[in-house]
């Protein structure tokens, strides 16, 4: 038991480190995040007065695609597209597939140095 409560801590606080440096990368820098992972009625809060979004989704999958769902409210079209694409393929092949697919864009993300990176950035010498 204590293993897995480790891991989803570990897994909780990475989630959150991404949501944050995600948006920091995307120059999103007015708006704070936070991954509270419990079964509330609504899996997303959004608190206009203080700019605050809040997601309670248990899954992390399932909150990084809700993440990327209000970040496509705050991005050009392009990330409409992405979640457009993972909505279909979750449908037609499965959540697996979808999950393969989500992982593979942000790899190929970072390969190519888009506007955001999700890994930590390096300090130059």
Request: charged share 30%.
């Amino acid at each position: 038991m204590l293993f897995t409560e480790s891991f989803q801590y570990l897994l909780e606080t990475g989630f959150q480190n991404w949501m944050t440096e995600a948006l920091t990368k995307m120059n999103i820098d007015d708006v704070e995040v936070d991954y509270l992972p419990t079964d509330e009625k609504e899996p997303l809060v959004w608190e206009e007065s203080s700019r605050r979004l809040i997601i309670h989704e248990p899954d992390p999958f399932h909150a990084a695609v809700i993440f990327l769902e209000w970040v496509t409210s705050e991005l050009p079209r392009q990330w409409r597209r992405v979640w457009i694409n993972l909505q279909q393929i979750e449908k037609t092949h499965g959540r697996s597939a979808s999950e393969v697919v989500l992982q593979d864009y942000i790899i190929e993300m970072e390969s190519r140095d888009f506007s955001f990176r999700f890994s930590a950035p390096k300090e130059s010498i």
